[in-house]
């Protein structure tokens, strides 16, 4: 009779160490794997969320500032003509948009932080890019919060309304950095948006230096 040979337990350890070590291997070559198939989706889906967010709050307090500041075209700007009634030139006021920049500024911000860390839920399917799992399995949580400070500036556009008319309008110009946080992952957003505050509709041609120096204001 042929006698069992003993595997030496030196062997099997070493086996079991390889055993160990290739699932340790495998399961990190899959995470980096699907690491790279999800990032980009949850990447974009974070975006999407923080800029919806931030476009609500910032919306809303555009708004109310208007409504409760009566913002019309002559708080920002005023139409000098000559003797003649033509258009001389047309003059920003500057103490009033840098005194409405920074009251818009500080009121948009303060409502972004008053928001705080706001979180929204999305179907794990969503984030795998593929178009069968739309909306199905499991909801995952993004926590979406205001990162830094939002900065507004008052702009104009000088165009052509119609024969001999010119329309001036007038934007606040707003950006605010957001971020989104999924598990495993975080993501910063800059976002941007123009609101009209005011405009008119200007009868005669309007000078080149007054569309200049509404610019430099």
């Known amino acids: 009779m042929k006698r069992r040979t003993r595997k030496n337990p030196q062997i099997r350890r070493v086996i079991g160490g390889l055993i160990f070590v290739s699932v340790i291997i495998l399961l990190i070559f899959s995470f980096i794997k699907l690491d790279k198939a999800v990032r980009p989706s949850a990447q974009m889906q974070a975006e999407q969320l923080s800029e919806h967010t931030a476009y609500q709050i910032i919306t809303d307090t555009v708004s109310r500032y208007i ?74 949580k993004i926590g979406i919060c205001p990162v830094g400070t939002a900065e507004v500036k008052l702009v104009s556009t000088f165009d052509t309304a119609g024969i001999n008319q010119t329309r001036h309008r007038i934007y606040a110009e707003i950006s605010a950095d957001m971020a989104s946080s999924f598990p495993l992952y975080s993501f910063e957003t800059k976002v941007k948006f123009d609101y009209l505050i005011a405009e008119t509709i200007i009868i005669g041609d309007v000078p080149d230096y007054s569309v200049r120096a509404w610019a430099e204001t």
Do not use: M, R, W
């Open 67 to 140: 409504a409760e500041s009566d913002c019309t075209y002559s708080k920002f700007s005023t139409i000098v003509y000559d003797e003649y009634g033509n258009v001389s030139s047309v003059e920003a006021l500057a103490e009033n948009i840098n005194f409405i920049q920074s009251e818009l500024t500080s009121e948009i911000n303060e409502n972004l932080h008053i928001s705080g860390k706001t979180q929204a839920e999305i179907p794990l399917g969503n984030i795998s890019g593929s178009y069968l799992l739309a909306d199905k399995g499991p909801v995952i």
